[in-house]
Protein backbone atom coordinates (compact mmCIF):
# COMPACT_ATOMS: atom_id res chain seq x y z
CA UNK A 1 0.00 0.00 0.00
CA UNK A 2 1.17 3.60 -0.76
CA UNK A 3 0.21 6.13 1.75
CA UNK A 4 0.70 9.91 0.94
CA UNK A 5 -0.40 12.63 3.33
CA UNK A 6 0.11 16.36 3.22
CA UNK A 7 0.13 17.71 6.70
CA UNK A 8 0.81 21.28 7.95
CA UNK A 9 3.15 21.77 11.13
CA UNK A 10 2.88 24.37 13.56
CA UNK A 11 5.70 25.87 12.36
CA UNK A 12 3.62 26.49 8.71
CA UNK A 13 6.43 24.29 6.47
CA UNK A 14 4.34 22.11 3.88
CA UNK A 15 4.70 18.48 4.51
CA UNK A 16 4.04 17.07 1.93
CA UNK A 17 7.38 17.13 1.02
CA UNK A 18 8.19 14.66 3.74
CA UNK A 19 5.17 12.59 3.16
CA UNK A 20 6.30 9.67 0.53
CA UNK A 21 6.65 6.46 2.59
CA UNK A 22 5.92 2.92 1.76
CA UNK A 23 4.71 0.76 4.28
CA UNK A 24 4.14 -2.70 3.46
CA UNK A 25 2.48 -5.56 4.02
CA UNK A 26 -0.87 -4.29 5.55
CA UNK A 27 -1.82 -5.99 7.25
CA UNK A 28 1.45 -7.42 8.17
CA UNK A 29 2.00 -10.74 10.62
CA UNK A 30 6.10 -10.86 10.95
CA UNK A 31 7.69 -7.34 9.76
CA UNK A 32 6.39 -3.83 8.66
CA UNK A 33 8.63 -3.32 6.18
CA UNK A 34 8.98 1.28 5.91
CA UNK A 35 10.71 3.15 2.84
CA UNK A 36 11.19 6.56 2.73
CA UNK A 37 13.42 8.85 0.99
CA UNK A 38 16.56 10.72 2.48
CA UNK A 39 14.44 13.65 4.22
CA UNK A 40 13.21 10.94 6.80
CA UNK A 41 17.28 10.46 7.49
CA UNK A 42 17.65 10.70 11.54
CA UNK A 43 14.06 10.62 11.95
CA UNK A 44 12.31 8.85 15.24
CA UNK A 45 9.90 6.19 14.12
CA UNK A 46 7.61 4.69 16.64
CA UNK A 47 5.07 2.20 17.12
CA UNK A 48 2.07 2.52 19.14
CA UNK A 49 -0.93 0.31 19.83
CA UNK A 50 -4.51 1.36 19.75
CA UNK A 51 -4.41 2.68 23.04
CA UNK A 52 -1.73 5.55 22.41
CA UNK A 53 1.01 3.40 24.11
CA UNK A 54 4.95 2.98 22.53
CA UNK A 55 5.31 -0.56 21.07
CA UNK A 56 8.70 -0.28 18.97
CA UNK A 57 10.89 3.11 18.51
CA UNK A 58 14.27 3.53 16.60
CA UNK A 59 16.18 6.72 14.98
CA UNK A 60 16.07 5.91 11.37
CA UNK A 61 19.53 5.73 10.01
CA UNK A 62 18.91 4.19 6.18
CA UNK A 63 16.10 4.38 3.74
CA UNK A 64 14.32 1.69 5.19
CA UNK A 65 13.17 0.64 8.37
CA UNK A 66 12.20 -3.30 9.48
CA UNK A 67 10.10 -3.80 12.58
CA UNK A 68 10.00 -7.31 13.57
CA UNK A 69 5.91 -7.67 14.60
CA UNK A 70 5.89 -11.34 15.01
CA UNK A 71 5.32 -10.97 18.81
CA UNK A 72 3.11 -8.48 18.89
CA UNK A 73 -0.44 -9.12 19.67
CA UNK A 74 -3.33 -8.88 16.67
CA UNK A 75 -4.71 -5.53 16.17
CA UNK A 76 -4.53 -2.21 15.02
CA UNK A 77 -1.69 0.02 15.66
CA UNK A 78 -0.25 3.24 14.66
CA UNK A 79 3.13 4.22 13.08
CA UNK A 80 4.66 7.72 13.72
CA UNK A 81 7.75 9.01 11.63
CA UNK A 82 8.82 12.41 13.49
CA UNK A 83 11.56 14.74 12.65
CA UNK A 84 12.07 18.17 14.30
CA UNK A 85 8.76 19.42 13.88
CA UNK A 86 7.33 18.00 11.88
CA UNK A 87 5.17 13.84 11.63
CA UNK A 88 3.21 11.28 9.78
CA UNK A 89 1.20 8.87 11.51
CA UNK A 90 -0.19 5.95 9.54
CA UNK A 91 -2.45 2.92 10.71
CA UNK A 92 -0.64 -0.67 10.26
CA UNK A 93 -2.95 -3.73 11.17
CA UNK A 94 -0.84 -6.83 12.64
CA UNK A 95 -2.54 -9.74 11.88
CA UNK A 96 -0.63 -13.44 12.83
Do not use: C, R
Not at 20 to 25: E, K, T
Amino acid sequence: IFLKSQYKAENDVDFKSFSDILIYPNPANSEIIINFDSKFNNAVLTLYNIEGNPIFSKKTTTLQAIIDVSHIVDGIYFIKIHKGTNLVIKQIIIKH
